[in-house]
């Protein structure tokens, strides 16, 4: 006797999860089960009602900034759950109307019809890493803006300095500044301390970086691939780690056509029929992937 499959679609949100649910038939309607709450043992009791009579479930949500958490659960308990790219799910026209009820409703049904293209999971210590490697890119915009600041306060009072910045000399000549008013001094002087602050964090995260690569596990490391992008002109150790760590397992992609359409790095294309009119036919890069890649789950 053939198992039963039931595809689930999950709203996911901060306190609740909307679920809907789909039979494998194709035929029969999608409907919505209701509301659960979004903790860990509320999710095991769904999964454990709906396979009672030995259904076979098959989950899915939207990535978003709940993370990974449902997918890796539900994993572990033996489920089949995948997370769907939120740009790539088909969506009507002139449908006007969002609730958590109906874009449960709409998962559940395109997830049946094998209409989502889902993401690539990353285990536990590659999301580490991805989170550091953004956590650095943070401090880097901080600095950034930090010196911005300065540099606006600066010019608002005239003073230019005509040679490279943030350099030693520019630092003395930043300290040897005076003003009139002396709120101006207490202006410079926490601008001055914003910068060290934001340089000394930017700093130790890029160190941590080095640390953690070196530190993750033999069956997940990282290091060697991240020293093999550095033999590319104009990749250092922080840009290699973030290619790896934003992109994921390499091997998941069969040749660099796939790679270069996941990252969205093929020109766009408006024509019609076998007549070309247009003078320029194909323009940027769509920035945007352009066919689905099947992917490897990796349930950490």
């Known amino acids: 006797m053939d198992e039963r499959i039931i595809y689930i679609g999950l709203d996911v949100h901060k306190k609740t999860i909307a679920v809907a649910l789909a039979d494998e038939s194709g035929r029969g309607e999608v409907y919505t089960h209701g509301q659960i709450s979004n903790t860990p043992a ?106 911005q600041q300065l540099s606006g306060f600066l010019l608002r009072h005239g003073c230019h300095y005509n040679r490279s910045a943030w350099t030693l000399m520019h630092r003395r000549w930043l300290a040897g500044l005076r003003f009139e008013q002396p709120a101006h001094h207490i202006v410079l002087e926490d601008c001055i301390a914003t910068i060290e602050a934001a340089t000394d964090r930017r700093d130790r995260l890029t160190a941590q970086i080095e640390v953690m690569l070196a530190a993750m596990p033999p069956n997940r490391a990282l290091a060697p691939v991240v020293h093999a992008l550095q033999a590319l002109r104009g990749l250092a150790l922080v840009a290699a780690a973030t290619v790896i760590a934003e992109l994921g397992d390499l091997t998941r992609f069969t040749n660099p056509r796939q790679l270069m359409a996941y990252l969205g790095l093929v020109p766009s294309e408006h024509s019609s029929g076998g007549t070309r009119r247009q003078a320029q036919i194909q323009g940027g890069v769509t920035k945007a992937p352009s066919v689905p890649i099947s992917v490897r789950h990796s349930t950490g």
């Open 42 to 147: 509320a999710l095991t009791r769904l999964s454990s009602k709906l396979s009672r009579n030995g259904s076979v479930l098959r989950f899915c949500y939207e990535a978003g900034p709940c993370g990974y958490g449902i997918q890796r659960q539900l994993a572990a308990a033996g489920h089949d759950c995948v997370v769907v790219a939120p740009s790539l799910i088909p969506r009507k026209p002139g449908d006007r109307i969002k609730t958590d009820r109906r874009d449960a409703i709409n998962l559940a049904g395109l997830h049946r019809a094998g209409a989502l293209t889902a993401v690539w999971i990353p285990d536990p210590a590659h999301e580490a890493i991805r989170d550091l490697v953004r956590a650095r890119l943070a401090a880097v915009r901080s600095l950034r803006q930090a010196r």
